[in-house]
Every structure is written in C-alpha cells, then in structure tokens.
C-alpha cells in the first residue's frame, strides 16, 4: 500500500507543479508582472485540483468495487481536501508578497 500511496504522490505531484508553473508563467505573459495574488492563486487552484485528483484516484481508486463506488468515495474525501489546499493557498499569499520583496531587496 506505502508503495500505491509514493506512486500516487510523485505522479500527482510531478504533473501539478508542471501545470502549475505553466499557467503561472502564461498568466504572467498576459498580465505582466501585476496581479501576482491572481496569478498565484489561479495556477494554484487549478494545479491543486490536478493534484488532488490524481492522486486521490491512484491512491484510493478500488479495482474491487463499481466505478460509481470509487467515484462517490474518493469526491466524499477529495473534495474537504481540495478545499483545505485552496484555502491555505490564499492564506499563503501574503508571505508569497514578503517573499518578493525579500528577493528584491537582496538584489
């Protein structure tokens, strides 16, 4: 099962921060450098929903049991999750804000 679980978390995990920065740097292209707290939040919405999905179905994605079974189940527990991560992501963007003007001031 450890085994699954590390699968599932580096595939998951991998694939998210991939599209994560994608969308991040195609926002950026669109937006110019304004906006960090949209561009921030958006490619981290949807890279976490990828993330948690992925990893969520590999993990726990029954072959035993009826589609309709794993598809209720893994929603019941990828859902709160997905909603936890995007909370904490908008609880992080200030200190994403600090973090800029910490590199900038080193510069």
């Known amino acids: 099962m450890s085994i699954r679980f ?3 978390s580096i595939v998951a995990f991998a694939s998210a921060e991939f599209l994560d920065v994608f969308i991040f740097a195609k926002l950026r292209e669109k937006l110019g450098k304004k906006r960090l707290w949209l ?3 958006v490619s ?4 976490e929903f990828l993330d948690t999905m992925v990893f969520m179905f590999l993990a ?3 072959l035993n049991l009826g ?3 794993n598809v209720s189940f893994i929603l019941s527990i990828a859902i709160p999750y997905y909603l936890l991560r995007c909370f904490i992501s908008v609880i992080e963007t200030p200190f994403v804000y600090l973090g800029v003007k910490w590199l900038k001031e080193k510069k």
């Open 60 to 62: 726990f994605y029954a």
């Open 39 to 41: 561009r921030n939040n």
């Open 6 to 8: 590390s699968f599932a």
């Open 67 to 69: 589609i309709g079974a």
């Open 44 to 47: 981290n919405f949807v890279s």
